[in-house]
């Protein structure tokens, strides 16, 4: 799972391995998903400053908000059987190594490209990194972005393709 932020030097980030842990730390470690930290310590500084600003609020009931909240997260372990992760700081480290070591081609946002699929042969890294790159810099040359599709969908990846294209038709609003 990925997260994207627009404002933010680094727009795009792994903030986790599946769904589940996204639900995991969205759920009980909310600041986790929201911001980067350098550090557990700095983590924790975060959000002790955030639950001290909620505490002086006169506009925010934070008595009533832990309850409700409390609520929330019992009927989330019991219905989906989610449990916080501990040191979220630590995870968020790890994933990110782990997805760093199986880069076999980097890309402009930082997520690189991995090879996954049997389906696309191995020597297309660059390919897929130059789409990769084309969608985060917001490409909109016609050629560029035709070509790119045409070679996707020789691929078989249609809807990637599709995708590609209804990218640039939103940015021009015709093709």
Not at 6 to 12: A, G, I, L, R, T
Not at 13 to 29: Q, T
Not at 103 to 114: D, K, Q, R
Request: charged share 30%; glycine share 2%.
């Amino acid at each position: 799972m990925i997260r994207i932020s627009p404002m933010d030097s680094d727009c795009v980030r792994l903030v986790a391995r599946n769904l589940y842990d996204f639900f995991s730390l969205h759920f009980f470690d909310e600041w986790i998903v929201l911001n980067e930290y350098s550090s557990e310590e700095a983590y924790v500084e975060s959000v002790r400053k955030e639950e001290a600003q909620d505490l002086n609020s006169e506009w925010f009931d934070h008595d009533r908000w832990r309850r409700e909240k409390k609520k929330v997260l019992s009927k989330i372990q019991e219905e989906f059987n989610l449990a916080p992760i501990p040191n979220p700081v630590r995870y968020l480290q790890d994933i990110r190594f782990e997805r760093s070591l199986r880069i076999t081609t980097l890309t402009e946002n930082s997520l690189g490209i991995v090879h996954l699929s049997p389906r696309i042969p191995h020597d297309k890294g660059a390919f897929l990194a130059s789409i990769r790159n084309l969608q985060h810099t917001a490409c909109s040359d016609k050629i560029i972005v035709e070509r790119h599709a045409n070679e996707l969908l020789q691929l078989g990846m249609i809807h990637e393709s599709e995708s590609l294209l209804a990218r640039l038709l939103n940015s021009h609003g015709t093709i």
